[in-house]
């Protein structure tokens, strides 16, 4: 790793109130690095801190101090681009930041003070460069933590204001990035319920483009606050200039892509200023949420690897490790299930070789019974008429099968019939002398409020403390905020409400994993609702969607894992005709497709029977032994786009060591007879010869050279042709090293 100077300090004075920006060759060069990028700063003669570079690794950075810009014409300013762009200093474009002093002033003028930079952490620098405006004692910090392996780096601020009365913040965005080149494609991701993460990709023309959330709560399941930008052409799996950005927050957020007049692209991501003026005290800090960015040279692939080895290890709980095959009740029982319905498919599942059972919604409520979604939610006790014996008898019961038990909880929400919204209206997210809006029957509490934070942890820790046998957690959320408003914040802070929540929320998580660090979570909010690095970070998986059809989940967990790490992506096989879109596809389409990420069942498992019970527990023993460590740790590849012409899918995910490695290949769509697949591979050393071995059979083979060994050469630069053309047609091969 390159080498820096712990706590290294660059000084410069501030220059005098009235100054005039000097066109010059820059002072001083601050150098950001990971393996294969650099971001580089610069400090010019007025004190200015200027963007420079973001890309691929520059090894003189010192030639940056000869660095001039251009005189921008009829001023006495240039086309330099700062670090952190501000209103009043001549930026025309978004600003990163727009503060109103205390003494009104709508102006700040940031300058450079210094730059410090700590390595002591293997693998990972962090870079604090302070600006100060030039009249105001008013700071920003600009934050970089650069992760050295993984070509990753994230970047925040932290607002600080010393002035002698409330400065008001309404724009305070975690990072700006300027890019230029002849031309800009963004892919960004949009939905609905059942149909997240659909994937576009649009050329950016001049003006802004924004995606943002104000739902407030569930943000992602109608937008990501993530994007993939390839420079001069459309992205490109395995070659040209593609960047990756992701923001790691829960809340409202906006991501803004302004082609400026002078053809350069700003990109401005942050907590979305909507309704959300922010009121910074004397003496007050403010953290912006993190920002990741990853850069690639070698197109979008690599953009992906790259982030899902950061979110593997540094974005999720226990990323790296196995992750247990999953029974959820949800499309097996709904909320019509007793101790018999339960017990019975733990028998099936433990038969099955699967690992855990959760019981999903319907469980608790006594007094206000969890029949449906109308009553209930927020009475966390077990519900006696449906389980007499209570949850310990359950969690006996799938021990005594060797399997773990989990639960599903909705502990930010409320029913107002329930014993909790009679007992505690205040906790209740309102606005006075208005009507509540339910949705999905419930309203929302106020994490704002430290009382409804201690209610949400308690509700966890004390099943877990009165249930230990407990192995499994989870967590949904069924709706957003429709109506804004705490009993709790003062009426001079209304706009804090937004934020706040999202922050009291990380603090429940916090206290929740300081007590259990290693406890599956599993992070649903009506799947794919709470994707982000801000809540993955507290979750090991998490739901992608309530769609569990088999073709519709290809193309959501194509749009998915493009950012975020496979070895998360909770994907189930479910019953035919599917729940949610009717269709019906053959059983082993349905696996061959869950076996892509986290593999789990969302079904009556007894009505799996004969052949379909054999080809079903041998799906689930080969995921088990050759699938699951590749879907953990293995490197992703995509080989065919379920977007590009042709009806085709395939990926494979290849050991980090090169050795080992498994194939997928799906026929989206009806093909005229003779019309097959070749699917070229990827990843593999090509210096090596693979045996290709096909699993999950279901008594037919697809490839002519089942069994056989190959080149890797061969296999990348000819591929190989299979023998799926019907509609649902599915394979799926193993390829290991042959010595």
């Given at each position: 790793m390159h080498t820096s100077i712990n706590k290294l300090i660059f000084g410069i004075g501030l220059v005098c109130l009235s100054f005039t920006l000097a066109v010059g060759q820059n002072t001083k060069v601050i150098e950001i690095k990971t393996k294969s990028t650099s971001l580089v700063y610069a400090v010019d003669q007025s004190s200015r801190l200027i963007f420079q570079h973001y890309g691929k690794t520059v090894d003189s950075p010192e030639n940056f101090k000869q660095h001039k810009a251009y005189a921008k014409p009829d001023t006495d300013r240039d086309f330099s681009y700062e670090a952190y762009p501000t209103f009043g200093l001549g930026n025309i474009n978004e600003p990163a930041l727009a503060a109103i002093h205390s003494d009104g002033s709508l102006n700040t003028e940031l300058a450079f003070v210094s730059a410090e930079t700590d390595d002591t952490q293997p693998g990972i620098t962090e870079t604090v460069i302070t600006l100060k405006d030039r009249v105001y004692d008013f700071t920003v910090e600009l934050y970089t933590k650069a992760f050295w392996n993984e070509d990753v780096i994230s970047q925040w601020t932290v607002v600080e204001n010393n002035e002698e009365a409330t400065v008001k913040l309404n724009n305070f965005a975690s990072s700006f990035l300027p890019l230029k080149a002849e031309s800009y494609y963004l892919t960004h991701f949009y939905g609905a319920w059942a149909g997240e993460m659909s994937a576009a990709e649009e050329k950016l023309e001049n003006g802004i483009k924004v995606i943002e959330c104000k739902k407030g709560v569930r943000t992602t399941q109608t937008e990501n606050a993530s994007f993939l930008l390839s420079l001069n052409h459309p992205s490109l799996e395995n070659?040209?200039?593609?960047?990756?950005?992701?923001?790691?927050?829960?809340?409202?957020?906006?991501?803004?892509?302004?082609?400026?007049?002078?053809?350069?692209?700003?990109?401005?991501?942050?907590?979305?200023?909507?309704?959300?003026?922010?009121?910074?005290?004397?003496?007050?800090?403010?953290?912006?949420?993190?920002?990741?960015?990853?850069?690639?040279?070698?197109?979008?692939?690599?953009?992906?690897?790259?982030?899902?080895?950061?979110?593997?290890?540094?974005?999720?709980?226990?990323?790296?490790?196995?992750?247990?095959?999953?029974?959820?009740?949800?499309?097996?029982?709904?909320?019509?299930?007793?101790?018999?319905?339960?017990?019975?498919?733990?028998?099936?599942?433990?038969?099955?070789?699967?690992?855990?059972?959760?019981l999903d919604d319907g469980w608790f409520g006594n007094k206000y019974p969890r029949n449906n979604d109308d009553a209930g939610l927020g009475d966390w006790q077990t519900n006696t008429k449906k389980l007499p014996r209570g949850l310990d008898y359950l969690i006996d019961y799938a021990h005594s099968k060797g399997l773990k038990f989990g639960l599903w909880i909705e502990p930010e929400m409320v029913n107002p019939e329930s014993e909790l919204a009679g007992n505690h209206p205040e906790w209740i997210v309102q606005s006075a002398d208005r009507d509540k809006i339910t949705w999905r029957n419930q309203l929302l509490l106020d994490l704002s409020n430290p009382k409804v934070q201690d209610f949400v942890y308690n509700v966890f820790d004390s099943l877990l403390t009165s249930h230990p046998g407990i192995e499994y957690v989870k967590w949904d959320a069924n709706r957003h905020v429709e109506q804004a408003g705490s009993t709790f914040l003062p009426a001079s802070e209304q706009t804090h409400f937004w934020i706040s929540y999202t922050h009291g929320l990380y603090s429940v998580y916090e206290r929740i994993r300081e007590k259990y660090p290693d406890f599956v979570i599993q992070d649903c909010a009506s799947g794919g609702g709470r994707l982000d690095y801000g809540a993955l970070k507290y979750h090991n998986e998490y739901w992608t969607s309530d769609n569990t059809d088999p073709l519709s989940r290809i193309f959501i967990q194509y749009g998915t894992t493009l950012i975020y790490p496979p070895v998360g992506a909770a994907s189930h096989v479910s019953t035919s005709p599917n729940h949610q879109t009717m269709r019906m596809t053959p059983l082993k389409f349905r696996f061959d497709v869950a076996m892509t990420g986290r593999l789990g069942m969302e079904l009556q498992p007894k009505h799996i029977q004969g052949d379909e019970r054999v080809f079903a527990e041998e799906a689930i023993t080969n995921y088990k032994q050759f699938v699951r460590p590749l879907v953990t740790n293995g490197d992703l590849f995509r080989l065919k786009s379920p977007y590009d012409e042709g009806g085709w899918a395939s990926q494979m995910y290849v050991a980090k060591d090169q050795t080992s490695a498994v194939l997928y290949a799906f026929s989206l769509e009806p093909h005229l007879r003779g019309i097959y697949p070749t699917i070229k591979l990827n990843g593999l050393d090509a210096k090596k010869k693979y045996q290709i071995v096909e699993i999950n059979k279901n008594g037919k083979t697809r490839f002519r050279g089942d069994g056989q060994t190959f080149s890797a050469d061969y296999l990348m630069n000819v591929g190989i042709e299979l023998k799926i053309a019907d509609q649902f047609d599915s394979a799926v091969f193993l390829l290991n090293v042959v010595h």
């Open positions: 070659s040209g200039d593609c960047y990756g950005g992701a923001l790691a927050w829960s809340g409202n957020y906006r991501l803004a892509f302004q082609v400026d007049e002078w053809r350069t692209l700003n990109v401005i991501s942050g907590i979305n200023p909507f309704l959300s003026a922010w009121s910074l005290k004397a003496g007050e800090r403010l953290a912006t949420p993190e920002m990741i960015y990853t850069f690639s040279s070698t197109g979008r692939g690599q953009v992906s690897r790259n982030l899902h080895d950061w979110g593997r290890k540094y974005a999720m709980v226990g990323g790296t490790k196995i992750h247990d095959i999953v029974l959820n009740s949800w499309e097996g029982a709904y909320f019509s299930f007793d101790e018999n319905t339960l017990t019975g498919m733990m028998d099936d599942a433990a038969e099955m070789g699967i690992e855990t059972f959760v």
